[in-house]
């Protein structure tokens, strides 16, 4: 192996002591390809375990967690007991290489489907629609927000029973949580809405619940991470900024996280409006301060781009795009073969990746990954 990747194949240990053989892993990626029934299927469970030896952080696509949350077709869901044989087989086959298998959940708020929801409809903080051509989605209850807490505890319970090395709260990403921090989609006037601490309030909430659930089913092992989003973005307001950001990860650290994962397409990206400055890894890592793992993703297809994740401030250093296009990466690298990495699929080996047939339809249609034509 070339020595200077060595420091991607460094230990690391989380607050909970729980060791990490390295320091990459595999980010959620949604597959579009469950059973008709919420459970995994076998193309999913192939797709898994072809990637299991990319790293030891192994984080799966995200699971609804409520059945008025689901956000994708084929999403596969975790309430109600059924799917569980198959949440064990989906644990089982994210551990087959030693990577620590951890589930992430969700709930899709306003970025529901309708037509896959039951009472066809969306729920969300306030009734405010992401845009003209977007349904308006229903202000949740009190009752209902509480009944959503409990149901992310409900999900680390199965997760705890099927076999996961832990859970992945999903604050990202314009889904629930992230729509209860933002001034602009939670225009609530009870405890749930108004001020920051407040609008922080929910995401915190499931993180209790979360934790709690864990403390009465599980060890000391299991591991608790949170995904954010450090900026918000929107067409019509500035939204959310780093600052916001770095109060909901004191808040997260104090609740006892064990690791906080950001959600970027480009681990060098700056916050808006200070391009000439830190970037947002640099800044979030300076807030975090070693206090718990900071967990990072974007625009990393060669090993020197992990190398230099780590060097921005990551501790952990995971792949989307990159897993999808080559699931031999991490072997390359240690075996000093990183010139064959695939930044692109080679024609040759179009069908051949365990990429379930809805997943390659989704991500090529978005242009989310190329097919190299050369053969």
């Not at 922080?200 to 092992?221: I, R, T």
């Not at 064959?340 to 978005?366: F, R």
Request: aromatic share 6%; with cysteine; glycine share 10%.
């Amino acid at each position: 192996m070339n020595p200077q990747y060595k420091p991607l194949f460094e230990e690391i240990t989380l607050p909970n002591g729980v060791v990490l053989s390295d320091r990459l892993g595999v980010a959620p990626m949604t597959t579009y390809s469950g059973n008709p029934d919420g459970t995994v299927s076998d193309a999913e469970l192939s797709y898994y375990q072809r990637r299991a030896g990319l790293g030891s952080l192994f984080v799966s696509a995200c699971i609804a967690v409520s059945e008025n949350g689901i956000a994708f077709p084929n999403q596969f869901v975790a309430f109600k007991d059924d799917v569980m044989p198959r949440l064990k087989q989906l644990a089982s086959e994210m551990k087959s290489q030693g990577s620590k298998a951890i589930l992430q959940m969700q709930h899709g708020g306003r970025q529901g489907q309708p037509d896959l929801i039951q009472a066809g409809e969306t729920v969300a903080p306030s009734a405010i629609a992401e845009s003209a051509d977007k349904p308006t989605p229903r202000a949740l209850t009190g009752e209902e927000i509480t009944d959503i807490i409990r149901d992310f505890g409900e999900t680390t319970r199965r997760a705890i029973e099927a076999g996961f090395d832990g859970v992945e709260i999903h604050g990202a990403n314009t889904y629930l949580i992230q729509q209860f921090v933002s001034a602009t989609y939670n225009q609530r006037e009870d405890e749930w809405g108004g001020s920051l601490e407040n609008r922080l309030k929910f995401g915190v909430a499931v993180l209790d619940e979360v934790k709690q659930v864990a403390a009465k089913h599980a060890d000391d092992s299991f591991i608790i991470g949170y995904r954010l989003s450090p900026e918000e973005n929107n067409a019509d307001s500035v939204g959310y900024t780093i600052e916001e950001t770095k109060q909901l990860v004191e808040l997260l650290i104090e609740g006892g996280i064990h690791y906080i994962h950001v959600s970027l397409m480009e681990f060098k990206k700056a916050p808006r409006g200070m391009e000439d400055g830190d970037s947002i890894v640099q800044i979030l890592s300076k807030q975090i301060n070693g206090r718990v793992a900071f967990v990072v993703v974007g625009g990393v297809t060669q090993p020197e781009h992990a190398v230099a994740a780590l060097e921005e401030g990551a501790d952990i250093v995971v792949m989307g795009r990159q897993a999808l296009v080559d699931p031999e990466w991490t072997e390359k690298v240690k075996q000093g073969n990183e010139a064959d990495i695939n930044e692109t699929i080679p024609q040759e080996l179009v069908g051949k990746l365990d990429i379930p047939e809805m997943m390659w339809n989704a991500i090529t249609s978005y242009g989310m990954v190329k097919v190299d034509a050369k053969v």
